[in-house]
């Protein structure tokens, strides 16, 4: 845990000084690591980008930390719980997901930044702001809400098109009720339902692209092809960080 | 926020532990029910789904700042949408202890910025009526060290370096919380209640001016 700098006073109390932390999206970050993230829809195969760098910079001796949008300890089992019982609320689901992710910067983003790895997130918190805005949250409440988010060195973006997204799915499991917006009620059928949630997410993150700087890679091309155009991107920050 | 467009009234109670807020409001309750009007208390942490993790979480001392600020938003906003709105919505008159103003006075003590944390509350319904149970700091103290239940690691605010032990970091942080309270009372427009005298005092007064709410 990040624990203030603090004076001591004589009477034996302390006074606090804390980092205002409210600004951190705005301006690059301090640590001697690298970030990386990776957006996009289910199935535009990020993860599988995602994986294969992480392969390859281990061999060239960098080390990684992979981290993954809703995985802490701490909420992860709650948010799947109030998923099953579809009882969570807009701004619950989205205050829980930021939840996750306060405590995964806390104890594996930042410190893994400290000692200098290179922190690929698949996922950060760019998906919560195309997610929680086709949910009808405010846009500017949910940017507000993750602006203590460390600035990523770079964030890429597969795009796909929305039906590919759904193909891609479909090769191995059903989308979830959430994964498929029903909570928004676009329509009676799973699959439609789908197409018009991850659509309007799609046009999100298009959105996104200028205000953040993404880095956008056609995500439908050969997976080697596109693994060569990650790689090419991520060689340039790696050589600013480490030299 | 917005202000309370259903036919209950949210009616809201503020002040440092130790006030006699818990304890007014039950009266109260009994009151309105006695008069026919359907009541309920509220209090935070009380949301199913968020409040145990809440407590696991405070035990292994593992919460970040912003993370303690965030979680306790989500078991909010999650008893909001699922108790209090439906609540106003059928009329009744919710009490509630200790709203939005005690959060946003501790995550701004935590080191959060103010704006962040104003507009993190923002989805919160504007009460119609806000008491400020105003204590001196030695009298809330005292009740304070008197409960049973020591306040933990992160209620003395030594989470954040408030103090060496809970003791000297209890007083310190209740010092700035009722700085906070001060500074919102006029702001927000709270309506102050003398919390220092015997509690008859303060439940004539809250059932004068929520008769004048009730009838007007």
Sequence with gaps: ?243 | MKKNPYPGKLIVAEGLDGSGKSMCFNLIKNWLEVKGYAAEVYKRKQSALVAQTINEAKLDKTLGPITYSLIHAADFSDLMHRKIIPALNAGYIVLFNKYIYTSIAKDYLRGQNKDWVLQLYDFAIEPDIVFYFKTPLEMALERMTQEEKEKDFYESGMDIGFGPNNFVALRHFQTKLLEQYELMAKLYHFTPLDASKPIQHQIARIKHILEDLLNG
């Design chain 1, 1 to 243: 845990m990040l624990l203030p700098k603090r004076k001591r006073q004589k009477n034996g109390s302390a006074e606090v000084i804390l980092p205002d932390q409210s600004r951190n999206m705005e301006v690059p970050h301090p640590y001697k690591g690298v970030l990386v993230a990776v957006e996009g829809t289910d199935g535009s195969g990020k993860s599988t980008q995602l994986h294969l760098a992480k392969k390859w910079l281990e061999s060239e001796g960098y080390g990684t930390v992979l981290t993954i949008w809703n995985s802490s300890a701490l909420v992860s089992k709650i948010i799947k719980k109030g998923k099953k019982k579809g009882i969570l609320d807009n701004t619950t689901f989205s205050l829980l997901h930021a939840t996750d992710f306060a405590d995964r910067l806390n104890n594996v983003i930042i410190p893994a930044l400290k000692e200098g790895r290179v922190v690929l997130a698949d996922r950060y918190i760019f998906t919560a702001l195309a997610r929680d805005v086709a949910r009808a949250c405010e846009r500017k409440w949910v940017r507000n809400l993750y602006s203590f988010a460390v600035k990523p060195d770079r964030t890429f973006y597969f795009k796909v098109p929305v039906e590919m997204s759904l193909d891609r799915i479909l090769v191995t499991r059903t989308p979830n009720y959430y994964e498929a917006g029903m909570d928004m009620n676009l329509s009676s059928n799973l699959y439609e339902n789908y197409l018009k949630f991850q659509g309007l997410v799609i046009t999100e993150y298009d959105s996104m692209v200028e205000e953040f700087n993404f880095e956008v890679i056609d995500g439908t091309l050969a997976i080697p092809f596109q693994q060569k155009l990650f790689r090419d991107k991520i060689i340039p920050i790696i050589q600013r960080k480490f030299g």
